[in-house]
T-cell receptor, first 111, second 114 residues
Framework: GEDVEQSLFLSVREGDSSVINCTYT??????LYWYKQEPGAGLQLLTY?????DMKQDQRLTVLLNKKDKHLSLRIADTQTGDSAIYFC???????????FGGGTRLMVKP | EAEVAQSPRYKITEKSQAVAFWCDPI?????LYWYRQILGQGPELLVQ????????DSQLPKDRFSAERLKGVDSTLKIQPAELGDSAMYLC????????????FGSGTRLTVV
């Protein structure tokens, strides 16, 4: 079955760049996603990348996809204290009907 | 901006009691999902509806959990009887189309079973 792995924790200083990494196993995934979850809240879709792309940029967010290594990363430029949250990567299966999440990476931004 | 509505926001119940959660998806979204998120973990799919039909409930513990979406709009997830291990956040999500994964999530119902 599908498996999505993330590191548990990342701490950065305000103004630095953050890089959150994710590995997945389903090579047939069509889309890969990054969601953000603030304490006690639901998940907010941040960005996504189609599997035939290797990079996508959206303001302060850059997504890099290495299909060969099944590695996805999210770079946040100029990280702010408001970016402190848990970030989940997710993949959708080939049938397009099941979104599988990683365990989440807690990002802490220090002032 | 359209939202997925969930209620209640928080629920505390004693074990062996029945509990129900409600979700109203974004208008026009045919696909509705219920996810369970245990503290410190990622969400896991419990059940997926396409309109009023169940598409996937393979991860739903059917001895105690049930879900319905009778008119293909709002949905109810029920647990009876609740167990201590059911304590989690229950998230509802909806999407216009199956296959894109760009789901919109509600704020969730945090269930505590005591």
């Amino acid at each position: 079955g599908e498996d999505v792995e993330q590191s548990l924790f990342l701490s950065v200083r305000e103004g630095d760049s953050s890089v959150i990494n994710c590995t997945y196993t389903d090579s047939s995934s069509t889309y890969l996603y990054w969601y953000k979850q603030e304490p006690g809240a639901g998940l907010q879709l941040l960005t996504y990348i189609f599997s035939n792309m290797d990079m996508k940029q959206d303001q302060r967010l850059t997504v890099l996809l290495n299909k060969k290594d099944k590695h996805l990363s999210l770079r946040i430029a100029d990280t702010q204290t408001g970016d402190s949250a848990i970030y989940f990567c997710a993949e959708i299966n080939n049938a397009g009907n099941m979104l599988t999440f990683g365990g989440g990476t807690r990002l802490m931004v220090k002032p | 901006e359209a939202e997925v509505a969930q209620s209640p926001r928080y629920k505390i119940t004693e074990k062996s009691q029945a509990v129900a959660f409600w979700c109203d998806p974004i208008s026009g979204h045919a696909t509705l999902y219920w996810y369970r998120q245990i503290l410190g973990q990622g969400p896991e799919l419990l059940v997926q509806f396409q309109d009023e039909s169940v598409v996937d409930d393979s991860q739903l513990p059917k001895d105690r959990f049930s879900a319905e979406r009778l008119k293909g709009v709002d949905s109810t997830l029920k647990i009876q009887p609740a167990e201590l291990g059911d304590s989690a956040m229950y998230l509802c999500a909806s999407s216009l189309y199956t296959g894109t994964g760009g789901y919109t999530f509600g704020s969730g119902t945090r269930l505590t079973v005591v």
